[in-house]
């Protein structure tokens, strides 16, 4: 079966009013100055559980369904804010003029000045995550003992990802997916511990990183203007799934050459053009065996197969199933 994220992600935010966030703050551990100030909206549901992990550090755990989030936070050039996707996808329009496009595992990292008052857009229309908001000024005074043991200096951390305008995205490794990945389900009890661990781990690896004579290959943006044109491609497509385009045809029509458009859209939607509507189209197909009775040639022809033999083929490929065992199994729920 696809792996369903988003399924997830619904049945966890079920109970929030369509167009608002539920901002959670945790102050049984502390004082949250950040979010304090911070203001989100959304065009579908949100929750934000917010942790102070050190004094000047504050953790954030973001879970999205919708398709954006607006936010409003004060600016600050010393304070450092690093995003980590864990599912879905989540992407920024810089004040460059350059888009950038986060996919599970990767980072991005700049000053609260780059984002003070921006919009993520989730083409995948959802999200979950955990930003980190660190004051290098209060980290420098109150530096952690395992930190100062390593020669740790938040100036290098400033001058690598805060420095004006600058903003940094680093793609899923080994190393941040070990640091990142248990803190989406601690038991309550371990929560404070874990996030002071692993926020300690993350700053060394974000300094060892500032002390390469080869910095690692950062994410590749693209313009705004471009990824606005994808975002126009990708809603025709999916406006019309029993319709097939070729890459060359919206090429034309769209005024881009085709290496651009394929690989802006594989940095905006994490997949191919070929592959995403592959999966979007047994999505559609999904729902219709759910919830209709119409037969199966029918909902082939529907998602854009000509013949029932080879949608049932494709179906397999997504969700290791037959579509009429699939149908058997949820109607019978």
């Not at 004006?164 to 389900?185: G, Q």
């Not at 005024?255 to 939607?269: C, W």
């Amino acid at each position: 079966m696809i792996k369903d994220a988003f399924s997830c992600l619904q049945a966890a935010l079920s109970q929030i009013p369509e167009g608002s966030v539920c901002v959670k703050r945790h102050t049984e551990y502390g004082c949250t100055p950040f979010s304090d100030r911070l203001k989100v909206r959304t065009d579908g549901r949100g929750i934000l559980s917010v942790y102070p992990v050190y004094e000047g550090i504050e953790l954030s755990h973001l879970r999205f369904v919708s398709a954006q989030a607006a936010f409003h936070h004060a600016a600050s050039p010393r304070v450092l804010e690093i995003s980590h996707c864990q599912s879905g996808r989540a992407g920024w329009n810089l004040k460059d003029g350059m888009s950038v496009f986060l996919g599970a595992g990767d980072l991005a990292l700049h000053s609260t000045n780059c984002c003070s008052d921006s919009v993520m857009t989730f083409p995948l229309k959802y999200y979950e995550g955990i930003t980190l908001s660190v004051n290098l000024d209060l980290l420098e005074k109150n530096c952690p003992e395992i930190l100062q043991t390593a020669g740790f200096d938040a100036g290098s951390l400033y001058e690598s990802f805060c420095v004006p305008s600058k903003s940094e995205a680093l793609p899923s490794c080994p190393e941040t997916e070990r640091i990142f990945s248990p803190l989406y389900s601690l038991p309550e009890s371990l929560r404070l511990a874990y996030f002071r661990l692993k926020v300690q781990e993350l700053l060394l690896y974000l300094y060892r990183l500032t002390q390469l004579a080869s910095p690692e290959k950062g994410i590749a943006r693209h313009s705004n203007s471009q990824t606005e044109l994808i975002r126009a491609i990708h809603d025709r497509l999916i406006q019309n799934p029993g319709q097939r385009f070729t890459i060359e045809a919206l090429s034309r029509e769209y005024l881009i050459n085709t290496s651009t458009l394929k690989s802006v859209f594989k940095a905006v939607y994490g997949q191919p053009i070929a592959a995403y509507m592959k999966e979007y189209r047994m999505r559609q197909a999904m729902e219709l065996l759910r919830e209709s009775d119409a037969p199966i040639s029918d909902i082939a022809a529907a998602v854009g197969y000509e013949s029932a033999g080879k949608f049932t083929g494709a179906f397999q490929d997504i969700a290791h199933i037959l579509p009429s065992e699939y149908r058997r199994q949820h109607r019978g729920r």
